[in-house]
């Protein structure tokens, strides 16, 4: 089976700070893909990142950064220097790569950035 | 960047009634989804669609639940007699590719609330 966590539910930063979003996924898949996506207050999902399971290497891209563990099942998502418009929920997904179109997404984390 | 648009934004409906809801995909995209998101849990796929068949759903698309793609624009879900737990936020997505080798483009979603 394929199941993707989010440990925390909720995140609390003052703007500046950073902030590091855990998700930590199973499959028994050798061969997948993973997503984050964010959920701003407008409702929409919003892409971010989609990394295959066979490149470990970590993203960075701006003030956003991912760093993938495949020994931990981690994929873990880092916000440099918070801003008040990062405040949203954000979403980790997991796919297989063939045979099914069923992305499994994680709880979510909701990031509250303060001024 | 092209958009996904979803219609109505927000719909109420009583207990047992039919619901349509309506969405436009990427125009150049083949395949397209709807996924469900109940207040503050996690989002859920419900149905992916290609070629004009459903080409995979899940245990929560009962026969209660029906999709179509009556011309070459739209994309819509039918909720033959809605229940009470089918109040969620209903997102449309669309994708170029399939077999979760693409990242999903999705609206901004219709809030359905079943009174």
């Known amino acids: 089976a394929q199941k993707v966590t989010q440990a925390q539910t909720e995140i609390s930063v003052v703007e500046k700070e950073d902030v590091t979003l855990d998700c930590v996924y199973e499959t028994r898949d050798t061969t997948y893909y993973l997503f984050w996506y964010k959920q701003p207050p407008s409702g929409e999902l919003v892409f971010l990142i989609r990394r295959n399971s066979f490149d470990e290497q970590n993203e960075i891209s701006g003030r956003y950064s991912w760093n993938f563990q495949k020994s931990t099942s981690s994929f873990n998502f880092t916000i440099t220097a918070s801003q008040v418009v990062d405040s949203a929920v954000y979403f980790c997904a997991l796919i297989r790569t063939s045979g099914t179109y069923k992305y499994i997404f994680g709880t979510g984390t909701r990031l509250k950035v303060l001024a | ?115």
């Open chain 2, 1 to 115: 960047e092209p958009e996904v648009t979803q219609t109505p934004s927000h719909q109420v409906t009583q207990m047992g009634q039919e619901v349509i809801l309506r969405c436009v995909p990427i125009s150049n995209h083949l395949y397209f989804y709807w996924y469900r998101q109940i207040l503050g849990q996690k989002v859920e796929f419900l149905v992916s669609f290609y070629n004009n068949e459903i080409s995979e759903k899940s245990e929560i698309f009962d026969d209660q639940f029906s999709v179509e793609r009556p011309d070459g624009s739209n994309f819509t879900l039918k909720i033959r007699s809605t229940k009470l737990e089918d109040s969620a936020m209903y997102f449309c997505a669309s994708s170029e590719g399939g077999w979760g080798n693409e990242k999903l483009f999705f609206g901004s979603g219709t809030q359905l609330s079943v009174l």
